[in-house]
T-cell receptor, first 113, second 112 residues
Framework: NAGVMQNPRHLVRRRGQEARLRCSPMKGHSHVYWYRQLPEEGLKFMVY????????ESGMPKERFSAEFPKEGPSILRIQQVVRGDSAAYFC???????????FGSGTQLSVL | KQEVTQIPAALSVPEGENLVLNCSFTDSAIYNLQWFRQDPGKGLTSLLLIQSSQREQTSGRLNASLDKSSGRSTLYIAASQPGDSATYLC???????????FGGGTRVLVKP
């Protein structure tokens, strides 16, 4: 059973471009969470999704950020018109149920030039 | 608003010594608490999960205690090894839904 797969591992974008981060949860997991780790800061919750539904997006910036978890395929975190302050490590986690242990991916390191 | 603090921020010990990592949280109304390990450039590995009704959990050389009333958890690692060098993160969940609030972590170095 493969773990949580995130790609790409590293993503470089210029200011104003779009960034798409992908996350494939563990097999059998229907709950996906995105967290962001800014330089010198702790991990912060962004969004919680269950197949085709956004359950909690209270940690997501109101503009430029969106997330989806379609019926088929990976979860996507999309950042439009990236700015330097978006540079961070973005981690995805999945769980089989709402209150069960989380399993994290290796993260995507986004660098905005 | 829940705040999670981990002290110390960094710790260096010789191999074989026991490690004691502290985590405190401001709101004692938690659902559960998890300890994670993060290696440089990698994701998080879940070590132990303690439900709010439990006082401790053990796995091998690791033991985590939870005192909800005082807002504290302690992670003990017995007989440390160089391979234990990593950042250890504590996280709490206030309610069902797995929205974790993380502490800043303790960076551990075990010297051979």
């Amino acid at each position: 059973n493969a773990g949580v797969m995130q790609n790409p591992r590293h993503l470089v974008r210029r200011r104003g471009q779009e960034a798409r981060l992908r996350c494939s949860p563990m097999k059998g997991h229907s709950h996906v969470y995105w967290y962001r780790q800014l330089p010198e800061e702790g991990l912060k919750f962004m969004v919680y999704l269950q197949k085709e539904n956004i359950i909690d997006e209270s940690g997501m910036p109101k503009e430029r950020f969106s997330a989806e978890f379609p019926k088929e395929g990976p979860s996507i975190l999309r950042i439009q018109q990236v700015v330097r302050g978006d540079s961070a490590a973005y981690f995805c986690a999945s769980s089989p149920g709402q209150d069960e242990k989380l399993f994290f991916g290796s993260g995507t390191q986004l660098s905005v030039l | 608003k829940q705040e999670v603090t981990q002290i110390p921020a960094a710790l260096s010990v010789p191999e074989g010594e026991n490690l004691v990592l502290n985590c405190s949280f401001t709101d004692s109304a938690i659902y559960n608490l998890q300890w994670f390990r993060q290696d440089p450039g990698k994701g998080l590995t879940s070590l132990l999960l303690i439900q709010s009704s439990q006082r401790e959990q053990t796995s091998g050389r690791l033991n985590a205690s939870l005192d909800k009333s005082s807002g504290r958890s302690t992670l003990y690692i017995a007989a440390s090894q160089p391979g234990d060098s990593a950042t250890y993160l504590c996280a709490v969940i206030k309610a069902a839904g797995n929205k974790l609030t993380f502490g800043g972590g303790t960076r551990v170095l075990v010297k051979p």
